[in-house]
Each structure stands twice: as C-alpha cells, then as structure tokens.
C-alpha cells in the first residue's frame, strides 16, 4: 500500500506540473494576443468561439497529460528525499564542476533523441499516429496551450524518461531545475505560432542548431518533417529537416526591421 508520504509526492508533483503549465502557457498565450492577434484575438465572432473551443481542448488535453508526467516524477522525489535512491545530488563538490554543464546537455541529448525516434515512429505508422499522436495535431495552427496537448498514450511514453535518467546519471539539483525549465519553456514557445529568439540568433549558429518555433512551426504545417525536440541534430542527420517557416522568419523580419 502506497504510504501517506508517497500519495502526497504523487498529488503534489501532478499539481506542480499542472500549475507550472497554466501558469507558464498562460502568460505566453496573453503575451502571444500582442503578437499574434489574428491567432490569439480574432475580431471574427466564428473564428473567436472556434479559438476558444480548440483552447479548451488544448487546456483539457495538457491537464491530463500533466498528471501523467507527475505520477514517474512524484515517484522519483519520493524515492529520492525518503531513501536517496536516485542519483540527484546537492552538495555540489559530490562531483567535478565540469560535469555540472555535462550532465545537463547529456539529459537534453538523451530527452531530444527519445522524443525525435518515437515521435518519428507516430507519424510513420498511421494507426499509432491516430491512437496517439493525432490528439497534437488537432490544433492548426496550435497555441501556447497546446505544449502539453498529448493524449495519454503520447504522454505514457515521454513521462518516465527524465525520472528514470535521474537513477542512472548522476545530476546536482541545479541543472536538473534547469533541464525541467527548458523543457518548460521551449514546449510553450515552439507551439505559439511566433518566433520569440531575436532574427539574427535564428539566423545564426542558434538557429542552426538548436530548434525554436520557426523550425517546429514547420513540422504542424507539414507532418513529415522537423520531428526534434531541442536540436537539429536528428533532423540533418536523418534528412527530415526540412528548414525554417518563412511564415515566422517574415513576420520576424517585419518586427525587428531596424536589426536588417
Ligand atoms: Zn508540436
Ligand atoms: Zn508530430
């Protein structure tokens, strides 16, 4: 029987994860009306009741899949504050300094590689894309709300990946706060419909490599492509990178015409 302790690290950790997502979704969706307010505000009463419909979906959707990513990561710290089984650590002198910033990259390599190789599996096998991944794609374009919008089957499959990392490599608090943040705020602002990074960090070595919404934009419009989740790496290695939405670029380019 799960101990008083354990439903409590459960609940609670789905309520963080809940929270964190209505609160993060939430400010980028009011922050989003300003920029994109064809999207976000649409004066058309039809589109504005269709809008608030698909948000709806998008809100219910992500508060399911956010108790499906608390219960593995309510179970870890469990295990963690009440027996230290995993391999989270504070005292930051446990390991050399170098692995502070190596242990971080390492979990969003192994995160981006999982998250690339399954997701590629939903879009190339069409029942598994209707069983499970359709549920993300319902929403064309998707809004902020939409970061957490995956139906259980998706969630089950992504949720346990970072709680089972922390039992096999080793990560200070901070960096694990940091990986958590991360994940956070590029599964928000890659579904918001506007670039949020400067043009000439798109542009440049950023945009190269790491995906923000001009490359994820892409992968809404186009279903067969752009399948990452942090880099491009998978994406260029395996030739399903299909490149930046002109959409975005363009807009970009017009809001920051003095940077040209
Ligand atoms: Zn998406
Ligand atoms: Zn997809």
Same mark, same amino acid.
């Given at each position: 029987?799960?101990?008083?302790a354990?439903?409590?690290?459960?609940?609670?950790?789905c309520?963080?994860?809940?929270?964190?997502y209505?609160? $993060?979704?939430g400010?980028?969706?009011?922050?989003?009306? $300003?920029?994109r307010?064809? $999207?976000y505000?649409?004066?058309?009463?039809?589109k504005?009741?269709?809008l608030?419909?698909?948000?709806?979906?998008?809100i219910?959707?992500?508060?399911?899949?956010?108790i499906?990513?608390?219960?593995?990561?309510?179970?870890?710290?469990?295990?963690?504050? #009440?027996?230290?089984?995993?391999?989270?650590?504070a005292?930051?002198?446990?390991?050399p300094?170098?692995?502070?910033?190596?242990?971080?990259?390492?979990?969003?390599?192994?995160?981006?590689?999982?998250?690339?190789w399954t997701?590629?599996a939903?879009?190339?096998?069409?029942?598994?894309?209707?069983?499970?991944?359709?549920?993300?794609?319902?929403s064309?374009?998707? #809004?902020?709300?939409?970061?957490?919008?995956?139906?259980?089957?998706?969630? *089950?499959?992504?949720?346990?990946?970072?709680?089972?990392? #922390?039992?096999?490599?080793?990560?200070?608090?901070?960096?694990?706060?940091? *990986?958590?943040?991360?994940?956070?705020?590029f599964?928000? #602002?890659?579904?918001m419909?506007?670039?949020?990074?400067?043009?000439?960090?798109?542009?440049?070595?950023?945009?190269?490599?790491?995906?923000?919404?001009?490359?994820?934009?892409?992968?809404?419009?186009?279903?067969?492509?752009n399948?990452?989740?942090?880099?491009?790496?998978?994406d260029k290695?395996?030739?399903?990178?299909?490149?930046?939405?002109?959409?975005?670029?363009?807009?970009?380019?017009?809001?920051?015409?003095?940077?040209?």
């Amino acid at each position: 029987m799960p101990t008083t302790a354990l439903w409590i690290s459960l609940l609670g950790m789905c309520l963080i994860v809940a929270v964190r997502y209505l609160a $993060v979704s939430g400010l980028f969706a009011w922050s989003s009306r $300003v920029v994109r307010p064809d $999207v976000y505000a649409p004066k058309d009463p039809k589109k504005a009741v269709r809008l608030a419909k698909q948000i709806r979906r998008e809100i219910g959707w992500s508060l399911l899949a956010a108790i499906i990513y608390g219960l593995p990561a309510g179970l870890a710290a469990h295990l963690w504050a #009440t027996r230290g089984w995993t391999r989270i650590y504070a005292d930051v002198s446990d390991y050399p300094l170098w692995w502070l910033p190596v242990s971080l990259f390492l979990y969003l390599a192994i995160h981006d590689s999982w998250f690339y190789w399954t997701h590629r599996a939903m879009h190339h096998w069409p029942w598994l894309f209707r069983k499970a991944h359709a549920v993300h794609h319902e929403s064309r374009p998707p #809004t902020a709300w939409a970061a957490m919008a995956f139906h259980p089957w998706e969630a *089950v499959s992504a949720a346990w990946l970072i709680p089972a990392l #922390t039992f096999l490599i080793p990560i200070h608090i901070v960096p694990l706060a940091l *990986v958590l943040t991360i994940m956070t705020f590029f599964g928000v #602002t890659n579904h918001m419909g506007w670039e949020i990074f400067p043009k000439r960090w798109v542009d440049g070595w950023f945009g190269r490599h790491v995906i923000s919404a001009s490359h994820h934009h892409v992968h809404h419009e186009r279903y067969l492509s752009n399948y990452g989740l942090y880099f491009r790496f998978w994406d260029k290695l395996c030739g399903t990178d299909k490149g930046l939405s002109d959409e975005l670029i363009r807009a970009k380019a017009k809001r920051e015409p003095q940077l040209q």
